[in-house]
C-alpha cells in the first residue's frame, strides 16, 4: 500500500471529507467517512470501486484508485479511498472549463463519442452526481490543443447511502424517471440526445453477463461491503439492465430541463 502524505483539506461534507494528499510524486484525493455519517456516506469505498470496474469494463475512463490509510494533522489515521490524478500539464472540471469547451466540446476534446454515452453508464449505476460537472475531469500534456477527460466520484452511485432512499426504494417507478434524479453536464445534453449516440452503449451494457456484474462486485477492498449489500447491489445493476432502454427512451422523449445550469452568482 502506497504511504499517501496529507497536504490540505478540501471539504467537509455530511458524506465524508476529502483532503488533498500526495505521494512520491503523485497526487490524488482522499475521500474517508466517520462512522456516525453512514446515513449520508453509505458504503462509499465499495460504491467508488464497482462503479469504476463497471466503467472500465465499458471503456470509460475513470481515474485510479488506491485505498489508503492516512494521518491527518491532528496525527489521527483514517483509512478511505484516494483517487489519483492523472499527471498532465493542465488538469481541471468540466465545471471550471473555458465556455468554449462547453458551447463546442467536439472541437476541444479527444473521444468525444465516448463522452456522448455517459448519461447511459450514469443511468444505468443510479448516479446522482454529474450534473454540475465537478466529477468530470479534463487534461491535456504540454502542447496539445484539446482535453482528455476522465470520470471521477462514483461514491453516491449504485446503493449510495441510506439517505438516497429514504423517499424512494430502488425498484420504485420514481428511478425510472431519469430527469427526476439527473442533469446532464452544461453543454453536454446536445451530444446525448439521440438515439444514435446512446445506443452503443446501451447494447454494451445490455451485453454484459450475470458474472461480469459479480465480477465488478467482487472487486470491490475486502470488507468495504457488507454481503447483504452485496446481494442488493447485483440486484439493483441487474434490474437496472433490464429497464435501461425503457428508461433512455423515456428521458429522450421528456420534454422538460434536463441539463443543468449554473445560477448566475457560482
Ligand atoms: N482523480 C482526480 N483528478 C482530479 N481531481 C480530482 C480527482 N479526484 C478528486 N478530485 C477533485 O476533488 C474533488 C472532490 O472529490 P470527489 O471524489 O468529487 O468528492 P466529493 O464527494 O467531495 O464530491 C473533486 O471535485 C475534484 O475537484
Ligand atoms: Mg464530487
Known sequence: MAQWR???????????????????????????????????????????????????????????????????????????????????????????????????PEDHLYDVARLSQLVVFDAWTANVDRATGTNLIL????????????????????????????????????WSRLWLYYHTPQGLLRLQSSWSALSPMIRRIERLQPGDIDAAIASAPQGSLPSRMRQETRALLLHRQRILRTLLRRWLTFRGVKEFRPRRHD
Open 139 to 174: 487534461y491535456r500534456h504540454q502542447g496539445e490543443q484539446r482535453y482528455h477527460w476522465y470520470l471521477i466520484d462514483h461514491a453516491l452511485c449504485l446503493l449510495g447511502a441510506p439517505y438516497k432512499w429514504e423517499k424512494h426504494r430502488w425498484r420504485d417507478p420514481f
Open 6 to 104: 496529507f497536504e490540505r483539506v478540501v471539504s467537509e461534507k455530511l458524506q465524508g471529507q476529502v483532503w488533498r494528499v500526495q505521494s512520491e510524486g503523485r497526487v490524488g484525493y482522499f475521500k474517508f467517512a466517520r462512522d456516525d455519517q453512514w446515513r449520508y456516506s453509505g458504503p462509499y469505498i465499495a460504491n467508488e470501486w464497482i462503479t469504476a470496474a463497471l466503467a472500465r469494463r465499458l471503456g470509460l475512463p475513470v481515474a485510479d484508485l488506491e485505498v489508503a490509510d492516512v494521518v491527518g494533522p491532528d496525527g489521527v489515521a483514517w483509512h478511505g479511498v484516494v483517487s489519483v490524478v492523472t499527471p498532465a500539464e493542465e488538469v481541471i472540471s468540466w465545471a471550471k472549463a473555458p465556455q468554449a469547451v462547453r458551447q463546442r
